[in-house]
């Protein structure tokens, strides 16, 4: 059974304060890792998707990494319009094509 | 704009009730999800279809049931027969390539239902 470990599961920053998420996962064979970033009261909002080891991307002060057991999702000089909860998720390569194994996530807060 | 609506945004259900959430996306989509996420836990796959009239059982069907008539519309039921249904319900659609960014699957707003 595939499993998501998100943590911490909280995190709670100073605007400024550069910091790492982590998402250790299991899966039999990894097709994708996903990042999405989910406010209150919404719909989470896709980041990134990560196929192999060693592969990173970056989208403004974020930058997702994975290696083959975990991904890092590294914040970089937060601002308070970066506190939300981060989602990662996992699609396995031997299951159904489209079923995505979730995390609990991490609720970050930056405080200005 | 291309997107995923649900609605309505607010639902309350009494004791005995039906009711539907609706789910309508207009990206060409092939595949579309039904989610529930409750205080502390991940996103959980209730329903899923890959393509019009078929639709497959997630991990926690029970006391929910779907249509899938149209490509652009997949309804949420949550039948009387769902005893704790008070949670946020997300709805997604992807397309249907397994292999690279058409796999990424995109969310509506959400619905919240609760219990009276």
């Known amino acids: 059974e595939d499993q998501v470990t998100q943590s911490p599961e909280a995190l709670r920053l100073q605007e400024g304060e550069s910091s790492s998420l982590n998402c250790s996962y299991t899966?039999?064979?990894?097709?994708?890792l996903f990042w999405y970033r989910q406010d209150p009261g919404k719909g989470p909002e896709f980041l990134f998707t990560l196929y192999s080891a060693g592969e990173e991307k970056e989208k403004e002060r974020l930058k997702a990494t994975l290696t083959k057991k975990e991904s890092f999702l590294h914040i970089t000089a937060p601002k308070p319009e970066d506190s939300a909860t981060y989602l990662c998720?996992?699609?396995?390569?031997?299951?159904?094509?489209?079923?995505?194994?979730f995390g609990k996530g991490t609720l970050l807060t930056v405080n200005p | 704009d291309g997107g995923i609506t649900q609605s309505p945004k607010y639902l309350f259900r009494k004791e005995g009730q039906n009711v539907t959430l609706s789910c309508e996306q207009n990206l060409n989509h092939d595949a579309m999800y039904w989610y529930r996420q409750d205080p502390g836990q991940g996103l959980r796959l209730i329903y899923y279809s890959q393509i019009v009239n078929d639709f497959q059982k997630g991990d926690i069907a029970e006391g929910y049931s779907v249509s899938r008539e149209k490509k652009e519309s997949f309804p949420l039921t949550v039948t009387s027969a769902q005893k704790n249904p008070t949670a946020f319900y997300l709805c997604?659609?992807?397309?249907?390539?397994?292999?690279?960014?058409?796999?990424?699957?995109?969310f509506g707003a959400g619905t919240r239902l609760s219990v009276l």
């Open positions: 899966v039999s064979g990894l097709r994708g």
């Open positions: 998720a996992v699609l396995n390569s031997g299951g159904s094509n489209y079923k995505l194994t």
């Open positions: 997604a659609s992807s397309m249907r390539d397994p292999w690279g960014d058409k796999n990424i699957q995109y």
